[in-house]
Each structure stands twice: as C-alpha cells, then as structure tokens.
C-alpha cells in the first residue's frame, strides 16, 4: 500500500509540475499555431516543400531547417507536427521535422556545446540530421500506400483553399512570435525591467507548502511547484471549463464562454512570462522583456485576427480545440505515468550499467531517456551530471538522441495523430538509431580512427541515397498513374 501511495504521489507531482511551468508557453501557443495552420494555410503551401511528391532534395532540408529554428520539446512539436501532416506534408518529411526539431534545434545544440564540449555539439548535429532524414525516408517507403491515401483525403478535405490571405499570414507569423518570445533563454526576453512587492505575508509559508507536496528532485526529473505554478495551474482550470463551453460549438458563434476562454488564456500567459517570487512577507513581482514580447505579440495575434472573416477564425479555434482533445488528455496521462516510473527507477542505476560504449548500456541509456522526461534543454546538464559520474560519452550522446524525442507522453501524443502502427514504427527506428549513433561516437571516443568513422558514415549516405532515388522513382510512378 505504500508503493502505491508513493507511485501515485510521484505522478501527480509530475503531473502538477508539468502544468505549472511546461504547458503555457510552450504547448498553448502551440494548439493556436496547429488549428491556425489546418484552418488557414491552403495546403498548396505546406505541399510546396513537404510534400509527398515534393523531390527529397527540397522537403527533407527545408523539414529539418523548419525544426532547427524552433527550440521546444518533444510534447510541444507535436501539435505542430500534427498541423502540418493534416495539411498535406509527406509522412516522411513531417516525421524528419518532428524528430529534428527537438533534439537539433540551435539552442539545443548551442546549450549542448557550452555544456558538454563542441565535439558533443557537432556529434549531436550531424548524426541527428543524418539519422532524422533517414527515419523520415524509411517510414515514407514503408507507408507510401498510407502517404498516398492520407494525400488523397487532405485534397477532399482542403480542396477550396486557394491561396493564404494576408490577415491568416499575419495571425500565423504572429503566432510563431509568441511561441519564440515564450520560450527562447536570450536576451531581452530575460531581463528584469521592473518589479514591485505585494504585502502577501501567506506567499512564503504557500511556498514552502507547495514543496512539501511536490518535492524538487532534479536528478527525477522533479521541479516541484511554485507560487507562480500554482497560480497558472488554477488558471488552466478555469481555461478548461470555459472552453468547453466557448469551443465546443465554435462553428455555430461565438458566446461569452468563448471570449472569457480567451481572455483568461492571454491572461495565463502574461502571468507566465513575469517572475513571481515570495520573499520575507511580500510577493515580488517582476515585469521581464519576455511579458512585454509576450503581450506586444498577443496584441499582434489579435490584429490581425480580427480582420479574419467570421468562418475562418471560428474555423481556427475550432481545430485548435480539437488538437487540444486529440493531445492533451493523452499527455496528461504520460506525465502521470513517467511520474510513477521515476518513483522506481534510480540514476545510479544507469550510472552503473551505462559507464562502457556497449550495446546494452546504449540501450539502458536510450531506455533512460523514455522514462526519465526532462524538459527542453534540461537535458543537457543532466547528461553533464551523468558524464561526471561516470557514464560513458556513447550511451550520454544515445540518451541526448532518444531524451528529447521518446518520451512517453509523446509517444501517446503521436499516435493519436498518425495511428499506432506508424507510431510503433516510428519509435523502433529512433531507438535503433539512438542506439547505432552512440555506440559510433562512443566508438570514436574510444580510438576509432578518422577513416574508419568517415566510411562509416559515407555507407550510411550512400545507402540514405539511395533509398531517396528509389522513393523518388515510385512517387514518380505513381504520380504518372
């Protein structure tokens, strides 16, 4: 009875902690970008560079630029993910982008290069672009009757979209702004512009409550809760309820539900970007440059929205409403269970059985890296904290490999957007290559010579070549059919 107090105690400090500092910032914008994306882009833009007959020489590149430029987590690029792949992009370069993205993305590898050393960097780099245009080519050969089908529906579906109007434009970019602005760690965002006390003498004793409940444990993985989390935490539940009402019927007109929804998410997500601190007998609050770009780009989102017609927009909360059913609930679900799992497994365990470049310590890393979520970036000092004691550089580089990309809440998420069988797929290959990537470059740490290292990875370009030749000629046979 006590394992299963403490495993359900685990998953909902999990789960609180991920809501608190996880879900705003980074997923909201998210949903918005997703729905914007299905409801508003004609798919003839989407289809233009990651399409199914899109030449591989064009999607594959541009699907894993598009990831390098965005710095989210593996539950946040699945809602994009899921926007593109519904509008028309090739299984194979959506599936590039989602894994890319995560892992690839500069401030990732910048983050890996301070950290961890620029061999880590250029290691993570290559062989995640390697391996992300490989996989992406793998399940587009395997799925290509899928692809086609999945093509086919897109058409029926967003056939009277022509062209994208400069208000949907405008919404869109507006859209990525406050994604960048909410998440990025640079300068302005994280200065201190100005700060304020409220006499709130209860803030510090709520505090200390809040990390009683919901310890902070970093080598689990564990934040614990804030003030400030537990503040957004009851905002997300009142976001809830008001969207159930206000979105569920969102085709039919607007009501006051939906506008409240809307407002209290604004809200959310201005208080999100402040600092809020108890200190002795008051609460500091502090005005950051990430706020104001939060606010000025929200402003931005509702401009140009406003000039959407009625149809369209109600249209765009429509879909992002259901990617928020589709998703969310499944990604609550995740975080429950990695809490519990985090409860059982101990580091030192990895620590132990990952501290030589063999394949089972690839695979225990890649393991690791499902069960043990940490969010974007954390994972690179936690990977340092592992590398001082003791694991291995292989099985550290398979873990930074599979960390960002399969956790398990977004292998929930992923499946309820391109179906299990794809997702299991999916999943197989990403551990395989997480695991073949390690032990290469633990290889190389190990003394493996240039030369060997380079035939290695030109038969691994060779063989990805040919495999896009062949892909390439059957879309080429198909589409002359």
């Known amino acids: 009875m006590e394992l299963v107090l403490q495993l359900l105690s685990g998953g909902a400090g999990s789960l609180a902690s991920y809501l608190a500092a996880h879900v705003l910032l980074c997923l909201l914008p998210a949903f918005f970008i997703a729905g914007a994306?299905?409801?508003?882009?004609?798919?003839?833009?989407?289809?233009?560079?990651?399409?199914?007959?899109?030449?591989?020489?064009?999607?594959?590149?541009a699907a894993a630029l598009a990831g390098s430029l965005i710095a989210v987590c593996s539950c946040t690029i699945v809602p994009l993910f899921a926007g593109i792949y519904r509008k028309g992009a090739g299984i194979g370069p959506a599936v590039t982008f989602l894994f890319f993205a995560p892992a690839g993305n500069i401030m990732a590898l910048a983050y890996t290069g301070s950290i961890l050393g620029p061999d880590f960097a250029i290691a993570r780099l290559v062989l995640c672009l390697?391996?992300?245009?490989?996989?992406?080519?793998?399940?587009?050969?395997?799925?290509?009757?899928?692809?086609?089908?999945?093509?086919?529906?897109?058409?029926?579906?967003?056939?009277?979209?022509?062209?994208?109007?400069?208000?949907?434009?405008?919404?869109l970019l507006a859209l990525v702004a406050l994604l960048i602005a909410g998440t990025l760690k640079l300068w302005p965002l994280t200065t201190s512009v100005v700060s304020f006390a409220l006499p709130l003498s209860w803030a510090e004793t709520w505090q200390a409550t809040l990390f009683r409940w919901v310890p902070f444990d970093a080598s689990k993985g564990g934040e614990g809760v804030s003030f400030q989390g537990s503040m957004l935490i009851a905002l997300l539940l009142l976001i809830a309820g008001a969207a159930w009402k206000g979105l569920e019927n969102i085709i039919e007109g607007a009501n006051r539900w939906t506008w409240l929804a809307l407002g209290l998410t604004a809200t959310t997500l201005l208080v999100a970007a402040l600092k809020i601190t108890p200190v002795t007998g008051a609460l500091e609050?502090?005005?950051?440059?990430?706020?104001?770009?939060?606010?000025?780009?929200?402003?931005?989102t509702?401009?140009?929205?406003?000039?959407?017609?009625?149809?369209?927009?109600?249209?765009?909360?429509?879909?992002?409403?259901?990617?928020?059913?589709?998703?969310?609930?499944?990604?609550?679900?995740?975080?429950?269970?990695?809490?519990?799992?985090?409860?059982?497994?101990?580091?030192?365990?990895?620590?132990?059985?990952?501290?030589?470049?063999?394949?089972?310590?690839?695979?225990?890393?890649?393991?690791?890296?499902?069960?043990?979520?940490?969010?974007?970036?954390?994972?690179?000092?936690?990977?340092?904290?592992?590398?001082?004691?003791?694991?291995?550089?292989?099985?550290?580089?398979?873990?930074?490999?599979?960390?960002?990309?399969?956790?398990?809440?977004?292998?929930?998420?992923?499946?309820?957007?391109i179906g299990r069988t794809k997702t299991t797929a999916y999943v197989v290959m990403v551990a395989l290559f997480s695991i073949f990537a390690g032990l290469l470059y633990g290889a190389w740490v190990d003394g493996l010579g240039w030369g060997t290292l380079a035939m290695t990875l030109g038969l691994f370009i060779s063989v990805l070549a040919g495999a896009l030749a062949l892909l390439r000629r059957r879309q080429h046979a198909i589409t002359s059919n």
Do not use: C
Request: glycine share 8%; no cysteine.
């Open 302 to 417: 509702w401009h140009f929205a406003r000039q959407l017609p009625a149809d369209d927009w109600h249209a765009w909360l429509w879909e992002a409403w259901r990617f928020v059913k589709q998703i969310f609930v499944l990604l609550i679900v995740g975080v429950f269970v990695v809490g519990m799992v985090r409860q059982i497994i101990r580091p030192e365990w990895i620590e132990a059985l990952a501290g030589s470049n063999t394949l089972l310590a690839n695979a225990v890393a890649v393991g690791f890296g499902v069960f043990m979520y940490f969010p974007t970036l954390v994972e690179v000092p936690v990977a340092r904290m592992f590398l001082d004691l003791g694991m291995h550089p292989g099985p550290l580089l398979a873990y930074l490999m599979a960390d960002p990309e399969l956790s398990f809440q977004s292998m929930l998420m992923v499946a309820a957007v």
């Open 285 to 300: 609050i502090v005005l950051t440059g990430r706020a104001i770009g939060v606010a000025l780009t929200l402003w931005l």
């Open 37 to 61: 994306m299905t409801a508003l882009i004609p798919k003839a833009s989407v289809t233009r560079w990651l399409g199914r007959t899109t030449p591989a020489y064009v999607s594959y590149p």
């Open 130 to 171: 390697l391996f992300g245009i490989g996989i992406g080519v793998l399940m587009a050969m395997i799925f290509w009757r899928d692809d086609a089908s999945h093509d086919a529906t897109t058409d029926t579906l967003f056939a009277d979209k022509a062209n994208i109007t400069p208000a949907a434009l405008g919404v």
